[in-house]
């Protein structure tokens, strides 16, 4: 069974910088295409960024492409999400996710996903 653990949210304001990590067990990220997904108050949940470490593929929502840098770790089994240039908008719960395949399978449909950790608090401040 894999287990995803998601660490690093927090209260910053608008302009500032956060990391965010997925500590994956049961299975080695390079097994794996993982993603970070989003969801605000009142909105649906939305993709953001995949890597299949094993190739290093990547794959950015619309939300992250200019600002996230998302990668891997395969020593530490763990994913990050770099957010830089934070917004208000930004705010919401953070998900990693994953399933045995590549980010182009799924791409950044959460149906896809069979495994999710419990998700991690980024607030934006303006």
């Known amino acids: 069974e894999v287990q995803l653990v998601e660490s690093g949210g927090d209260l910053v304001q608008a302009g500032e910088a956060l990391r965010l990590s997925c500590a994956a067990s049961?299975?080695?990220?390079?097994?794996?295409?993982i993603g970070w997904f989003r969801q605000a108050p009142g909105k649906e949940r939305e993709g953001v960024s995949c890597i299949t470490s094993s190739d290093g593929d990547t794959l950015y929502g619309d939300p992250a492409k200019g600002r996230f840098t998302i990668s891997s770790d395969d020593a530490k089994n763990t994913v990050y999400l770099q957010m830089d240039n934070l917004r208000p908008d930004d705010t919401a719960v953070y998900y990693c996710a994953a399933h045995r395949g590549d980010c182009g399978t799924y791409e950044l449909y959460p149906i896809g996903y069979d495994y999710w950790g419990q998700g991690t608090q980024v607030t934006v401040s303006s």
């Open positions: 049961g299975a080695t990220i390079g097994t794996l295409a």
